[in-house]
């Protein structure tokens, strides 16, 4: 079965078969582009606590010599 168009909220499915069988369904409208966002977010943590740690090592290091 398919949808034309759907809207968001609970509907009931009803369906004929010999038997009558029925159930809900929640529909609910979710974006993508959010997880994308966060997940690049939490990259660029990553690389600047790196560029961080690395150049806090290289310090060390320059002292030493």
Do not use: K, N, Y
């Not at 690389?47 to 010599?65: D, E, N």
């Amino acid at each position: 079965m398919e949808f034309a168009t759907i809207e968001p909220g609970r509907h009931v499915v009803r369906a004929d078969c010999g038997i009558i069988l029925v159930g809900s369904v929640e529909v609910a409208l979710t974006s993508s582009t959010g997880g994308t966002t966060s997940t690049l977010m939490v990259l660029v943590f990553f690389v600047l606590v790196g560029a961080m740690l690395l150049r806090r090592q290289f310090s060390a290091w320059r002292r030493v010599a």
